[in-house]
């Protein structure tokens, strides 16, 4: 298949090993964070932290949609569901299954009466709405700015059909800021714990908003990204091209996915991102803290759509659970099987936190390669 068998061909992946081999130096560490929940499973998937050099050690970062939601986001969205029985409340499969506060989620919500329903896209839940016009549905919006575009869309396809009874409850997050964020030490104990030498940027991500938007960060940091693809040399030559960053001393934007990103992006997804949303002032991020100006609020124009407004939601702060450690996961500052419950009070089946759930959290990615060390 094009693009994708030339990009898992083992003969080209031995020579980028190799190559990488060469460029190692024998005196040095090289830290090289993947932001992207999708490279994580890549990474885990094809095995490729194994095949690497000693020095290179690849950290997992927060790049996970559903890790990243804080649990207050989803207690907000319970206490939505429990005070207003009328709503049918839409969100993606994997949203269902988060622990909230008091272990709680979505599914026992559902299954205490709730009307919560897996949706695949922001079109189904308008499609909901549509077809369930006496009742109001709220579509739980999460994400990177690579869903963020879908729920803009919807967004404007509810107001263009008056579609009154349809509502966005808005947890979209923005990459770069966390990206910042993770490089000046956000969050208990300091960011990534040690400091990072480069960062894997994600791929979809970048298809919206372009390989200069990581320019400013690099800069202020010091410390350079390379975009890279999913496919396993995609992935391979973005750590190639990094260690021969940090072997020069240069600091630059790279961009190994040039069949997908441009410097640019996306502009027409830029400009209806635009239209709808507004950059909140800041954002609390599980595992980082509050960000600031890291994430998307709807604009005034859009606020009849708008869950938080139409139902009056109060912010409410969450309760972790104590013994999971998604926090430090999330920072790269502890690996998941670090974690004292991971493969024992934690598995996918009886997840205890975000990381376990998600088909993007670190912790679901490393249980892919086993339950044992
Ligand atoms: Fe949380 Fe489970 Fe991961 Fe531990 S293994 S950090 S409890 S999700």
Do not use: K
Not at 281 to 296: D, I, K, N, Q, T
Request: overall charge positive; aromatic content about 6%; hydrophobic content about 45%.
């Amino acid at each position: 298949m094009r693009y994708v068998d030339e990009f898992r061909d083992p003969a080209l992946g031995r020579r980028l090993i190799a190559a990488i081999a060469a460029e190692v130096r024998p005196d040095r560490r090289y830290r090289l964070m993947e932001f992207c929940g999708g490279h994580t499973h890549a990474i885990a998937n094809q095995g490729l932290a194994a095949l690497l050099p000693e020095a290179i050690r690849l950290v997992h970062g927060p790049g996970c949609p559903v890790c990243v939601l804080p649990v207050g986001r989803l207690d907000m969205a319970l206490a939505l569901v429990r005070r207003h029985p009328e709503v049918i409340l839409c969100t993606y499969g994997d949203m269902m299954r988060v622990p909230a506060s008091g272990g709680d989620s979505l599914f026992s919500a559902r299954a205490e009466g709730a009307d919560v329903r897996m949706v695949y896209s922001t079109l189904d839940a308008l499609a909901v709405a549509r077809s369930t016009p006496h009742r109001p549905v709220v579509f739980l919006a999460i994400g990177f700015e690579t869903t963020t575009p879908p729920t803009a869309l919807a967004l404007t396809r509810a107001a263009a059909e008056g579609l009154t009874n349809f509502s966005v409850f808005c947890n979209h997050v923005l990459t770069p800021p966390a990206i910042a964020a993770i490089l000046a030490g956000a969050g208990e104990g300091g960011g990534a714990a040690r400091p990072l030498d480069g960062i894997i940027g994600p791929a979809h991500v970048s298809t919206v908003i372009g390989s200069d938007a990581y320019a400013p960060c690099a800069a202020r940091f010091g410390v350079p990204v390379v975009i890279a693809g999913f496919e396993p040399l995609d992935i391979l030559r973005a750590v190639l091209l990094l260690v021969r960053q940090v072997n020069a001393g240069r600091v630059a934007v790279e961009n190994e996915y040039t069949r997908a990103v441009t410097p640019a992006g996306n502009r027409r997804a830029q400009a209806l991102m635009a239209e709808v949303f507004a950059v909140r002032p800041s954002f609390e991020w599980r595992g980082l803290g509050a960000v600031p100006a890291s994430a998307l609020e709807i604009r005034a124009a859009y606020a009849a759509w708008d869950a938080e407004r139409r139902f009056a939601m109060p912010p409410l702060v969450g309760r972790e659970n104590p013994a999971c450690d998604c926090g430090a996961v999330l920072r790269g500052a502890l690996a998941p099987r670090d974690c004292r419950l991971f493969g024992r009070a934690c598995t996918p089946e009886r997840p205890q936190g975000a990381c376990m759930v998600s088909a993007e959290g670190a912790c679901a990615a490393a249980w892919t390669q086993g339950p044992a060390r």
